[in-house]
């Protein structure tokens, strides 16, 4: 059973950090190309960060581009999205969703950042 699980969201003051992870169950890991989303009420989703398969290439919406990096340990079946200068207009529920080789995506339940004082 294909499982996808988000953990280490929370609440953080602005400019501060939170390193979100992404681990999978069920799927062959190394075929996994992973997305990181976020999406607040009454807007659409928001593609943050890509990883690709090894030989990973990582890439970035502008926004975060410089703050935040993802990358994947393999080994341990996890993605991580480490959030740096975070703002509160970054306050959402982030998803990781992985992509496999066939073409099938899987989500993940999400976890809530919020940035605030």
């Known amino acids: 059973q294909v499982r996808l699980q988000e953990s280490g969201g929370g609440l953080v003051q602005p400019g501060g950090s939170l390193r979100l992870s992404c681990a999978v169950a069920?799927?062959?890991?190394?075929?996994?190309?992973i997305t990181w989303y976020r999406q607040t009420p009454g807007k659409e989703r928001e593609l943050v960060a890509h990883?690709?398969?090894?030989?990973?290439?990582?890439d970035y919406v502008d926004s975060v581009r410089g703050r935040f990096t993802i990358s994947r340990d393999d080994a341990k079946r996890i993605v991580y999205l480490q959030m740096n200068r975070l703002q509160p207009e970054e306050t959402a529920v982030y998803y990781c969703?992985?992509?496999?080789?066939?073409?099938?995506?899987?989500w993940g339940q999400g976890t809530q950042v919020t940035v605030s004082l």
């Open positions: 069920g799927l062959t890991f190394s075929d996994l190309a």
């Open positions: 990883i690709t398969t090894p030989p990973e290439v990582a």
């Open positions: 969703k992985a992509d496999s080789m066939r073409g099938d995506e899987y």
